[in-house]
């Protein structure tokens, strides 16, 4: 029998029942149940899809990766590949979102925007991208180069992959982001430090991007704070998007109230609030080495400089933090709590899904789930080991209800070989493996396919990242950051938990 999937919020329900020691005013007796029905740690469980094993690329034949027997996929925008506009594509293909899907003819397209988590390099072209943001190499000794990170907008037809062209560039290390519900994408950089001083703009915010590249505008959203930007999430009931930072020891979690609430391109630059989450009725709390269950209350103060520099921040607690982003430290003098480093963001069903890439007890990830309503949050997943998940970063939640993670950390060697994977996580606590890298080729296997040659190695220890779904759950796009693949996944989805 297949195991039953990860429902957030069946799931909610009973982590929230279990934990009424924090919560006073749930039922002791509801949370005995609840406790008793509950595993008391995360662990690996055989995948209700069956064992994996390698599978050839419908595209190039190769077997870039191993999937449960009925399962198929399709490669395409490898680094190097001549994009639309005649370029080729960026490497370190990263945060990816499907965010616009329609009907044309009697076809149904989609539209991906993909991130690519470049820093720096010395290619004035820009990949092509009609909005460059930052398009100066600065004065300092230190700054050598222009800033290489960027967008790229894919089209994905009945099946068929048919076109990349580039959306933004002159950005930093464009991490993860996320969709927003009137079909956009927030671009992300993970950039902490104050790139001003090497006389270039400053770094370390959000953009939004659109299918359409030509309306992309290539403007931060300074309001939603100047940090190590991770991931982001819309709640769509009321606008306000979640927001994460990755710095290890010093990374708060964020939201943005926008000031115009119409939900349109454009409407989030036009400013609004940016507050630091904090844990009701107590001071500078560290979640950083939660275990399954733990649960707590927020409630936000605000950050009323989100472009602040850098600084050292005392806490209401006495305890000092040094050298933390600007919006960081005004939220720590407030008594804000801090995570280790805040990685995917991804919304479902009235809860927000947030992951600590280097949480719990071993410093191998949690997951987070807010409810929005209630604003508790309760830790999902805690691993205890990388055989069970290794410091999962972007995180999605596919339209039945499944949520997958994709793998970041050391590499791993498990049953079916070496190599990071991507990890279902079930409503009982338990994961499975659901896919594995499995990219080692060779220049002579490269030529073959018409890839760049230098792309050959053994690429299998290299992250998953950008998983998400189409509408209608029969595609999971997912990428390997290097040597930098988009894939296309479909298979008997119903046979098991995603």
């Given at each position: 029998m297949p195991t039953s999937p990860f429902h957030p919020s069946r799931r909610s329900l009973l982590k929230s029942a279990g934990a009424a020691a924090a919560l006073p005013f749930i039922g002791a007796l509801t949370a005995l149940h609840a406790r008793e029905a509950l595993a008391a740690t995360t662990s690996r469980i055989a995948s209700p899809y069956g064992p994996?094993?390698?599978?050839?690329?419908?595209?190039?034949?190769?077997?870039?990766?191993?999937?449960?027997?009925?399962?198929?996929?399709?490669?395409?925008?490898?680094?190097?590949?001549?994009?639309?506009?005649?370029?080729?594509?960026?490497?370190?293909?990263?945060?990816?979102?499907?965010?616009?899907?329609?009907?044309?003819?009697r076809s149904t397209e989609l539209t991906l925007v993909r991130n690519h988590e470049r820093g720096t390099g010395s290619d004035t072209a820009f990949f092509g991208a009609t909005a460059v943001y930052d398009n100066s190499r600065g004065t300092a000794s230190s700054a050598s180069s222009y800033s290489a990170g960027g967008t790229t907008n894919l089209t994905f037809v009945d099946g068929n992959w048919t076109k990349a062209e580039p959306s933004l560039a002159g950005t930093r290390t464009n991490c993860a982001g996320g969709p927003t519900p009137w079909g956009t994408w927030l671009s992300c950089e993970e950039v902490g430090s104050d790139d001003v001083s090497t006389g270039g703009k400053k770094h370390g915010y959000v953009f939004e991007v659109t299918a359409d590249p030509s309306q992309t505008t290539g403007l931060p959203i300074v309001g939603m704070g100047r940090f190590a930007h991770e991931a982001a999430g819309v709640d769509p009931a009321t606008g306000i998007v979640y927001l994460t930072e990755d710095s290890s020891g010093k990374s708060g979690l964020y939201r943005y109230i926008p000031t115009n609430k119409s939900g349109v391109a454009g409407s989030l630059a036009q400013g609004g609030l940016l507050q630091m989450a904090k844990v009701k009725g107590q001071n500078n709390v560290s979640i950083i080495a939660a275990q399954l269950d733990l649960t707590v209350e927020l409630e936000w103060v605000d950050v009323p400089n989100p472009d602040q520099n850098r600084g050292n921040a005392t806490g209401l607690s006495g305890q000092v933090i040094s050298n933390a982003s600007g919006p960081f430290v005004q939220g720590w003098q407030q008594g804000a709590l801090r995570m280790n480093r805040g990685e995917g963001v991804w919304y479902f069903d009235g809860k927000m899904y947030f992951m600590d890439t280097s949480g719990g007890p071993v410093s191998q990830g949690t997951i987070w789930e807010l409810d929005l309503a209630s604003q508790v949050m309760v830790c999902i997943y805690s691993s205890p080991s990388t055989s069970v998940g290794t410091m999962g970063d972007n995180i999605t939640v596919s339209p039945r209800g499944g949520l997958l993670i994709c793998e970041d950390g050391a590499n791993v060697t498990d049953e079916f070989g070496t190599g990071l994977r991507l990890i279902s996580l079930h409503d009982d606590g338990q994961v499975s493996i659901f896919a594995k890298n499995n990219v080692n080729v060779t220049a002579a296997q490269l030529s073959a396919a018409g890839k760049l040659t230098s792309l050959a190695d053994d690429h299998r220890s290299n992250e998953f990242a950008g998983g998400c779904f189409d509408p209608t759950g029969r595609y999971l796009f997912v990428n390997i950051q290097t040597p930098g693949i988009t894939f296309a996944i479909t298979g008997p989805w119903a046979n098991g938990s995603l």
């Open positions: 994996i094993a390698p599978v050839n690329d419908l595209t190039t034949g190769l077997p870039l990766l191993q999937l449960p027997a009925g399962f198929t996929y399709k490669s395409f925008g490898w680094t190097g590949d001549l994009m639309a506009n005649g370029l080729a594509t960026p490497s370190s293909h990263d945060g990816m979102a499907v965010i616009r899907s329609r009907k044309v003819g």
